[in-house]
């Protein structure tokens, strides 16, 4: 699919980029992964290229019109790897159906390869024990056979693929075991037809080699389907079908009519439609008539249903369960917050760790170094190996049974070509650069599913990265530790003033008609609750972080902090100081009013601390992590909510605007020392630290985008989908705990992956080489390798399936 432009935090002159994406086929390890982004780096106006081999799709960034989806298609599909752009109607309701149709239609077809096999495996095995019933399974020539349909039906689909991997420069696992099977076949054939030669028949190899393998393969396929399964379960959520209603009348709405059926992505912006009990919400919208609770826990991991009336939101997905309801459309198709969703799930797995580097840049070679090594294998024992031990032998069962059945006068001697030539081949097979290629994309896809599944949206395998190095975590106060739901407490009248507790009360209130922040939401509601009314107001003007101003019935009124006021030329007296002090020190926020040249009074507004706040601070800081509060408020203020959560004097950071939040961020991250707006210093450790920031994404997003790692609630905001590496779609402060402790389980999960990527080839190869053949007799014969070889990629998707058992510990 060709996104829509995408516009770079860079300067005015940095080009427009856009993203392409490209379902591909056709890669079957780490080393197809290398040769497609190879392919595609190749176009000159590529920018940069991000290759799935789990999700089997290509992510490419280019400058916008630069580069045709079709022509990259064509140029992978060339090269041996079917592929198609991503259109509009596979992102939709058609992507649900082709993964599920895709992946019903590969199983079918590896289980039907693997009964095969499964088969002729059975039949060698009672071949290769000895059977005294049926004694044409023990005859060398039916064994023959039984290797020859192996390699012509089960086998031919790899042989093929392998070949054509090694025929375009791109050898991958398909070309090393195709090489294992047909040398192991060819070398049993000529024993076969030339016994002068004293060879033993290996016929058995080449049938187990396939057998193991195409069973890893299958039960890889259904791993990789569990892994999926969230992500699945997240497309099923997009509904299929709107009532569009006509004519919007109430009468007619009860009576149902004028109600037409409509696919859910013809609907447009301000189109009513009808949601019944038991339907999905087909898009984003406001309810306009009708009461009823949704259920809303598929988006937000929330499973108690919420209360909706007219006037309030509701969400594409989520389910309506006990009235009829009537809805006027907001956000259709891509727009809808379930759209956003899936397709930030969807881009979270694309994008990978830093650490995934290293097996990337290895697995370029990957192939080439394990015929190289295999090379040296045949070298070293054909040439010396046998000569410096000329007793030792890789005996199997099968090749007693070649002895009895079809040489029963000959003794076989050991021939150093044929030593030499098994372990060569068991090189080629345990050599797995599948395990390596899966290692990071399987766990970012369980985790990723995962946490959309508890309304946790984790921006990719970088962000896990990055939060595994976190040592701080950074919370605004106001809407984020605090319910952002303020309250007037105080309204003191100084002595001097003409005004009055009430006409201050009604002056802020107009003064504050042309803002929308919590604390005048604050004045205009306790304004409401006198029952008084508020004076009309002009000439607005706005200072964030410091105050506002406006001019009332020719009155002009400032409402804000002292530096506001002292920047105005209003004096401020030693009363209102220790007033101001005092109502600071109790954990309230000081609003200052000044009429004309005087101040006029003080407002204090409370905010409660959420009450799940002490919790998170507390588990957070039991995870090793350092807590600290950003506030725009006085030190007071900030110092009070700070000692209800037990955080030291030192992690807390006050009187920063919001426009100087980042500047803050930005301190704490390169261990520097940083100043308030009035120029006091603000305590900040002198090692550097790798910081997360937890904030509302709105007027945070500075602050989220300077952090190592943005945490944002309140995520239906759009700038908060952009800003922050994590989205908590709950306004739960237990969540941020909940994303970290995920965060790091499935990065966990990458680094043992890796590990045993790397491990098992580590081991695997000497193994199979013969490093312990002259002094212990033990070596990997090609069938062992294969089984192995099979376990290793089945080990890493598995071991990325049981991150689901993750469960967060209160």
């Not at 929330?302 to 009235?323: C, D, F, H, L, R």
């Not at 706040?613 to 090793?624: E, I, P």
């Not at 890493?796 to 993750?806: G, K």
Request: hydrophobic fraction near 45%.
């Amino acid at each position: 699919m060709q996104l829509a432009p995408e516009t770079k935090l860079a300067p005015e002159s940095s080009p427009i980029t856009e993203k392409i994406i490209l379902d591909v086929g056709g890669m079957k390890c780490a080393g197809c992964v290398k040769a497609v982004e190879r392919q595609l780096t190749q176009h000159p106006e590529v920018k940069n290229v991000c290759v799935n081999l789990a999700t089997e799709v290509a992510v490419i960034e280019a400058e916008v019109g630069a580069v045709h989806p079709d022509e990259l298609a064509k140029a992978l599909t060339a090269t041996g790897f079917p592929s198609q752009p991503r259109t509009a109607n596979s992102q939709a309701a058609g992507k649900k159906f082709d993964l599920a149709t895709r992946q019903h239609q590969e199983m079918q077809a590896a289980f039907r390869q693997l009964v095969i096999a499964a088969l002729l495996l059975v039949f060698s095995g009672i071949g290769h024990f000895g059977n005294t019933i049926f004694p044409i399974l023990n005859n060398i020539w039916f064994h023959c056979g039984l290797a020859t349909v192996a390699l012509l039906i089960p086998g031919r689909p790899i042989i093929i693929d392998g070949w054509q991997g090694w025929r375009r420069g791109a050898p991958n696992m398909n070309t090393l075991v195709s090489l294992g099977t047909l040398t192991a076949y060819t070398a049993s054939l000529v024993a076969l037809l030339f016994p002068q030669m004293g060879w033993e028949c290996f016929f058995d190899e080449p049938v187990m080699m396939l057998g193991f393998i195409l069973l890893g393969r299958t039960l890889e396929k259904q791993a990789r389907g569990r892994a999926a399964s969230a992500f699945r379960q997240l497309l099923a959520l997009q509904p299929q079908i709107a009532r569009l209603i006509a004519n919007p009348d109430s009468e007619k709405l009860v009576a149902g009519a004028n109600i037409v059926q409509i696919p859910a992505e013809q609907v447009r912006v301000g189109e009513w439609l009808q949601v019944l009990p038991g339907d999905k919400i087909p898009v984003d919208g406001e309810v306009r008539f009708g009461q009823t609770t949704v259920d809303e826990s598929m988006l937000t991991g929330e499973s108690v249903p919420v209360i909706k009336q007219p006037g309030e939101t509701v969400a594409a997905g989520t389910i309506n369960q006990s009235g009829a309801i009537a809805i006027q459309a907001t956000r259709t198709g891509d727009d809808t917050t379930l759209a956003h969703i899936v397709a930030l799930v969807e881009a979270a797995q694309t994008r990978k760790a830093p650490v995934q580097k290293l097996a990337d840049t290895v697995a370029g070679y990957f192939t080439y170094g394990v015929l190289t090594a295999s090379l040296l294998t045949f070298v070293f024992w054909y040439f010396f190996g046998t000569h410096i031990w000329p007793d030792v032998n890789i005996s199997d069962g099968m090749e007693m049974m070649s002895h009895v059945a079809h040489h029963p006068a000959t003794k076989i001697q050991h021939s150093s070509l044929l030593i030499s030539l098994k372990l060569a081949i068991a090189v080629m097979v345990v050599a797995c650069p599948c395990a390596l290629g899966l290692a990071t994309p399987t766990a970012i896809l369980v985790g990723t599913g995962m946490g959309a599944e508890r309304g946790l949206l984790i921006k990719g395998g970088d962000v896990l990265e990055k939060v595994h190095q976190l040592n701080t975590v950074v919370f605004d106060k106001t809407g984020t530790l605090t319910t952002g739901n303020p309250t007037v407490t105080d309204c003191l009248l100084f002595a001097d003033s003409e005004e009055s507790s009430l006409s201050l009360l009604q002056l802020a209130a107009a003064v504050e008609s042309g803002t929308y922040h919590p604390l005048a939401k604050a004045i205009h509601q306790e304004v409401q609750r006198q029952n008084l009314s508020i004076p009309h107001a002009v000439d607005f003007h706005t200072e964030p972080g410091m105050g506002v101003s406006a001019v009332v019935e020719g009155k002009n009124v400032l409402l804000g902090n002292w530096e506001w006021l002292k920047w105005h030329g209003i004096t401020i007296s030693e009363t209102a100081l220790q007033h101001a002090q005092r109502l600071a020190t109790e954990g309230k926020t000081v609003i200052s009013v000044a009429v004309g040249n005087s101040l006029a009074g003080l407002i204090a507004v409370s905010d409660t601390l959420r009450p799940d706040a002490k919790a998170t601070v507390n588990k957070l800081r039991q995870m090793g992590l350092r807590v600290m509060l950003l506030s725009g408020d006085r030190l007071e203020a900030a110092s009070a909510i700070a000692q209800q959560l037990g955080l030291d004097s030192t992690d807390v950071m006050a009187g920063i605007p919001p426009a100087k939040k980042a500047s803050a961020i930005q301190s704490l991250q390169t261990g520097e020392m940083g100043k308030t707006s009035n120029g006091e210093s603000v305590i900040i450790p002198n090692s550097k630290s790798i910081v997360a920031m937890v904030g509302d994404g709105i007027n945070d997003a500075p602050a989220l985008s300077q952090a190592d790692v943005g945490i944002a609630l309140h995520s239906g905001t759009d700038v908060a989908m952009e800003t922050a590496e994590i989205i908590l779609m709950r306004d739960s402060l237990t969540d941020v705990v909940e994303s970290i402790q995920l965060s790091r389980a499935t990065f966990n999960k990458i680094r043992q992956n890796l590990f045993w990527a790397f491990a098992y080839n580590t081991i695997g190869i000497p193994l199979a080489a013969g490093v312990f053949l002259p002094y212990f007799g033990f070596v990997l014969s090609p069938s062992s390798a294969a089984a192995l070889m099979a376990f290793s990629s089945v080990s890493v998707i598995t071991n990325s399936v049981l991150l689901r058992r993750f469960a967060h510990q209160p």
